[in-house]
Structure formats: structure tokens, C-alpha cells
């Protein structure tokens, strides 16, 4: 075989294997598209007040609904916390469950504070019990490779089903705004 007919095999096989890589991300992108969704048809819609990001509102959202759901490996693949927090994030986990489940399975109103390039505090009125529960989410990596994910660093029960005490009865009385507008 001459190198000409030996060289267009060697850049068909590349290119079909790249078409191939490409359709595979793209089935990756259709898989997650379909879980979202189906998750948003599943579940109560959440109620937005602020500025949110798409992706600070896509995290919260999964967040309320893997609390809805009940799901603590679910509501732990959210966090942002690393390995040596892993302790951390499984008891915090399990502590929002029992604390937030049955409010999650309700109406929901996620107020988002400040603005959300990098990250966002949220807090979730949940409106059929009463609750409500605040927590930052943020950019995760060195430079925001890894994605959007929830600060879970509250392993004691107490701590993690506690209202704040600055957080406003009813979403926007403070105007989505954590510091007082001049």
C-alpha cells in the first residue's frame, strides 16, 4: 500500500473518531438534559426572587430537589467540599434531609443575595413548614472547572436546622441584598 491511500485511512479513523467522541458528549449532554427535565416535571416548581445565574439556580434547584427526593448520596454529589471534608458533607447531608424534607416536597422560594458570578448566598423559604435554611453555593476548582456546587459543612444537627436569625420573615424583605442599600 502506497503512503497517499495509507495516509486517508489514518485521517478517516481520526475522524471518525472524533464524530464518535463528539455524538458521546452529546448523548452525556442529552442524559443530563433529560434528568433535568424530568426532575422539574416531578417536582413543585421553585419560586425565584434576586438575581440568580443559571447555574446558581440549576444547583439550588437540584439541591431542593434532592431534599424533596430524600436521596443523601444525591443531596452529597452536590457539595463543594472536597475530600477531607467528606465526614462533613454525609452527616450535613443527612442533617438538611431530616430537617428539610418534607418542606422540599412543598412550595418553594429560593431568594438569591448579591451578585452571583462567583458565588451566591441563597436562602429557601420553605412555605408549607414554616423553615427556612441558608447556604452559599459557589464556583468550585482553581478557576470554576468543576462547576457550580453548595457549601455543606454543617454536621451538627442544630446548626444545620437552625433559621438565621438576620434572614427576613417573608423572601425579599431585605431586597436580595445582604448589605443595606444607601
Not at 438575581?51 to 439556580?57: K, R
Not at 436521596?71 to 463543594?80: D, Y
Not at 462533613?88 to 451578585?115: C, L, M, P, Q
Request: glycine fraction near 8%; hydrophobic fraction near 35%; charge should be negative.
Amino acid at each position: 500500500m502506497s503512503a497517499r491511500p495509507r495516509t486517508a485511512l489514518v485521517v478517516r479513523a481520526a475522524l471518525v473518531s472524533v464524530l464518535a467522541c463528539g455524538a458521546l458528549t452529546a448523548c452525556g449532554s442529552d442524559e443530563e438534559a433529560l434528568r433535568y427535565a424530568t426532575d422539574y416535571a416531578n417536582h413543585e416548581p421553585l419560586g425565584v426572587v434576586g438575581y440568580p445565574t443559571s447555574d446558581s439556580l440549576r444547583i439550588t434547584q437540584q439541591l431542593v430537589w434532592r431534599l424533596a427526593d430524600g436521596k443523601a448520596e444525591e443531596v452529597e454529589a452536590l457539595a463543594a467540599e472536597r475530600d477531607d471534608a467528606r465526614g462533613d458533607v454525609e452527616r450535613t447531608a443527612r442533617n438538611w434531609i431530616r430537617s428539610f424534607h418534607e418542606g422540599a416536597k412543598g412550595k418553594v422560594t429560593a431568594e438569591f443575595y448579591d451578585e452571583g458570578s462567583v458565588r451566591q448566598l441563597v436562602v429557601v423559604y420553605f412555605h408549607d413548614t414554616g423553615q427556612t435554611k441558608s447556604f452559599l453555593v459557589r464556583l468550585t476548582g482553581r478557576t470554576g472547572e468543576d462547576g457550580w456546587r453548595v457549601t455543606m459543612r454543617e454536621p451538627d444537627p442544630k446548626e444545620a436546622s437552625a433559621t438565621p436569625d438576620w434572614v427576613p420573615r417573608t423572601p425579599g424583605g431585605l431586597g436580595s441584598r445582604t448589605t443595606p442599600t444607601r
